[in-house]
């Protein structure tokens, strides 16, 4: 809505500050929407987190429990695990543990990287002129000098 070099009149502009006012609330009402969705997507993210977390922690604690010979309450479970981590041999080979899949982490994600460098790459070769217009250039830069060696 931009304003032109001519004058308005009194009338016009009172229409133009109708204009930008509609537009401002209908802006505002468009916020007010969209700030509503994005709480509520990010509730739903938060409780899928939860319930996937919830998953994992199922899974850890029926591989736990399956290496046990005897059910016991959870509170004595709770003692067994904190007394593993009390432990040096314990708690160094947990962080071997970390260490060796942050290592696979970060070689998976380097490897991603030089997959999608190298898909990158391969996609802008095919996109370049294949008939070697580049090296037009490098040929005009040496005739000239090819050319003073034959005049002298």
């Known amino acids: 809505m931009l304003l032109s070099n001519k004058k308005l009149t009194t009338e016009e502009k009172i229409v133009k500050s109708k204009e930008y006012e509609d537009e401002m609330t209908r802006l505002q009402n468009k916020m007010k929407t969209m ?59 947990i962080d071997e ?13 380097a490897k991603n990287h030089e997959e999608q460098s190298a898909d990158e790459n391969s996609a802008a070769t095919e996109s370049a002129p294949a008939d070697g217009s580049d090296n037009i250039e490098e040929e005009t830069e040496t005739a000239p000098a090819d050319a003073v060696i034959e005049s002298a």
Do not use: W
Request: proline share 1%.
């Open 97 to 109: 543990i970390i260490a060796k899949h942050r290592q696979e982490q970060e070689a998976a994600k």
């Open 35 to 93: 700030r509503t969705a994005k709480k509520k997507l990010d509730a739903e993210i938060a409780d899928e987190l939860e319930k996937a977390e919830m998953v994992t922690n199922q899974a850890v604690g029926k591989k736990f429990r399956s290496k046990m010979t005897v059910d016991l309450p959870l509170d004595k479970y709770g003692e067994i695990i904190d007394f593993m981590f009390m432990h040096d041999d314990c708690v160094e080979f």
